[in-house]
């Protein structure tokens, strides 16, 4: 995070250079912590995409250089899978199931049938969710990742205080959209004169790489906690709204949502409030974000199957879950 904040964003070959430092060091510091020996393995799990080409060479060439050095099979796993399971081996998740997957690179919709098998019912023509989180805090001056700051501030604002419309989806209605409602954020702030305060954020950042909520409030007039209150509500409205209309679609029994959005409190929140017919289950906090047990428990099935990847197993940057 402190290399990418600095650049608004990820930045793709800071990323590979980061992970090929970290892949070593990280391995033996998991294997450490759960008293686990290389040797003591069953199987190798590996990401094979979506995401960045280059740390997923990384990833997919240290684990099949671990899996040919210690005989081991080589398990190929689908990013979004892995969030997933992130919630489905924690919970008696109860098929057909409807998962919404909401991160910074997807905000898409699934049908999950009984042994994990997908159903893409809808995805965002334009940003995902997260990117629009990220989006409108780096517009605002609160730096990378913007989804927690925007969490932490928006209960201090208004959430009806300004009225943004919901996106009207021609064709597939259960497509989402984002870039009107980030265009609407930056013409707000075009019209309302926010270069001084955001000057001051930006140089809170400088000096302070993570500031307290105190911190951000001290330079974050009412207004602006308005702005980020209505902006994340309408947000939350979109992402429930086709959710709810999915799982009515497909008789789901019950409703998954994962990825890194799905930290989001005032999310969480909402979907209790909306008291739907069938149990809605999150990840635990630590499994929310990107992770290493999400991809083992998404290995898990296959292992049981026996559908092993070999050698010429390749990155792929848009694999799909489903046809
Ligand atoms: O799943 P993830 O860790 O990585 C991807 O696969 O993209 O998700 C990262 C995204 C970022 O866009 C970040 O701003 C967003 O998740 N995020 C949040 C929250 N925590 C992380 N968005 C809203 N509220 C949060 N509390
Ligand atoms: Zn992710």
Not at 259 to 284: D, E, I, K, T
Request: one cysteine or more; aromatic letters at 8%.
């Amino acid at each position: 995070m402190a290399t990418h904040a600095k650049y608004g964003g990820v930045v793709p070959e800071l990323a590979s250079r980061e992970h090929l430092r970290a892949i070593v060091p990280a391995v033996r510091l998991a294997l450490e912590q759960s008293s686990t020996r290389l040797e003591d393995l069953t199987a190798i799990a590996v990401t094979q995409g979506p995401g960045l080409v280059g740390s997923l060479l990384v990833g997919i060439t240290y684990a099949k250089a671990l899996a040919l050095v210690h005989k081991l099979p080589l398990i190929a796993v689908n990013h979004i899978e892995g969030h997933i399971h992130a919630v489905a081996s924690q919970n008696p998740v109860e098929f057909p199931a409807l998962a919404l997957v909401v991160s910074g690179g997807h905000t898409h919709l699934y049908e999950v049938l009984y042994g994990f098998v997908y159903r893409l019912l809808g995805k965002t023509r334009d940003d995902a969710a997260g990117e629009a989180f990220d989006k409108v805090a780096k517009l605002l001056g609160f730096g990378y990742p913007g989804g927690p700051v925007v969490d932490a501030l928006a209960p201090h604002g208004d959430p009806r205080a300004i009225h943004f419309t919901l996106a009207k989806m021609k064709g597939n209605t259960l497509d989402f959209s984002f870039s009107g409602i980030k265009t609407a954020v930056l013409r707000w702030v075009e019209s309302h004169d926010l270069q001084q305060e955001i000057a001051k954020r930006k140089a809170l950042l400088a000096v302070n790489h993570r500031p307290t909520i105190d911190e951000w409030l001290e330079v974050t007039p009412r207004t602006t906690l308005d702005l980020l209150a209505s902006f994340q509500h309408t947000v939350i409205e979109e992402l429930l709204r086709r959710a709810a209309r999915s799982a009515e679609q497909i008789g789901a029994r019950s409703m998954i949502i994962s990825g890194g959005v799905a930290c989001n409190s005032g999310l969480r929140a909402a979907a209790a409030a909306s008291h739907f017919p069938y149990p809605v289950f999150f990840p635990a906090p630590g499994l929310s974000t990107d992770n290493a047990a999400m991809i083992a428990a998404a290995a898990f099935p296959k292992f049981i199957r026996g559908d092993f990847a070999d050698l010429t197993l390749r990155a792929d940057p848009n694999l799909s879950l489903s046809p």
